[in-house]
C-alpha cells in the first residue's frame, strides 16, 4: 500500500490550498482515509477523516466550517480542500487510510494502518 500527498505550499493567511493523496495497492473504496498534521515542536493531531461506507465526514473543531474532506473512489483520491487557512494550520499534513477502524478510533492516528509521507503547508501572516 501506497499514499501520496501532495498539494502543499506557502500561502498567506485567509488563502486556500487544496491536498490531494492518491492510494495504490488497496481497494480504496473500502478504507477510512484521514488526515492528521503535525506542527514543529507538536504532537500530530486528527484534522478529518472521511469513511469508506456511506462517505460521512468528520472534522477536529479547529477546522469545522474551512476545511472539506472528499474522496473520488474513480481516482483512489481522497482531498482535503482548506480555505481561510490561519498561521496556525501550518503543519505537515498527512494522510492515513485503514479499513477495519472503528468509529470510536478514528481520531486516533496510531489506529491507522497506512501512512503517507506528508505534505508541508505554511500560512504567513
Known amino acids: 500500500v501506497q499514499l501520496q500527498a501532495s498539494g502543499g505550499g506557502l500561502v498567506q493567511a485567509g488563502g486556500s490550498l487544496r491536498l490531494s493523496c492518491v492510494a495504490s495497492?488497496?481497494?480504496?473504496?473500502?478504507?477510512?482515509m484521514g488526515w492528521f498534521r503535525q506542527a514543529p515542536g507538536k504532537e500530530r493531531e486528527f484534522v478529518a477523516v472521511?469513511?469508506?461506507?456511506?462517505?460521512?465526514?468528520y472534522y477536529a473543531d479547529s477546522v469545522k466550517g474551512r476545511f472539506t474532506i472528499s474522496r473520488d473512489n474513480a481516482k483512489n483520491t481522497v482531498y482535503l480542500q482548506m480555505n481561510s487557512l490561519k498561521p496556525e494550520d501550518t503543519a505537515v499534513y498527512y494522510c492515513?487510510?485503514?479499513?477495519?477502524?472503528?468509529?470510536?478510533?478514528?481520531?486516533?492516528?496510531?489506529?491507522?494502518?497506512?501512512w503517507g509521507q506528508g505534505t508541508q503547508v505554511t500560512v504567513s501572516s
Open positions: 495497492g488497496l481497494t480504496f473504496s473500502t478504507y477510512t
Open positions: 492515513a487510510a485503514d479499513r477495519d477502524i472503528i468509529l470510536s478510533s478514528i481520531r486516533q492516528g496510531d489506529q491507522y494502518n497506512y
Open positions: 472521511i469513511r469508506s461506507s456511506g462517505g460521512r465526514t
